[in-house]
């Protein structure tokens, strides 16, 4: 019984990119260990960005560099 833990920032991603992120997760459970897909758990969780650090930088603040 897989359980897959997707963590993303919270940028505006699409419920159906979402599905597209549990598909594919799901495949590869499916193709790698033969799992069975009823039983195969995806689950995202969308951060803040104020809350995820690259280096010593807040990603909030490394998106305002870049722009």
């Not at 069975?36 to 995202?44: G, K, L």
């Amino acid at each position: 019984m897989p359980y897959i833990n997707v963590k993303i920032t919270d940028e505006g991603v699409t419920c159906e990119q979402k599905q597209a992120i549990i598909k594919g997760c799901t495949q590869v459970m499916i193709d790698v260990l033969d799992k069975n897909p009823q039983t195969t758990f995806v689950v995202i969780e969308e951060v803040n960005t104020d809350n995820w650090g690259i280096g010593f930088e807040q990603v909030t603040q490394l998106r305002q560099n870049q722009g």
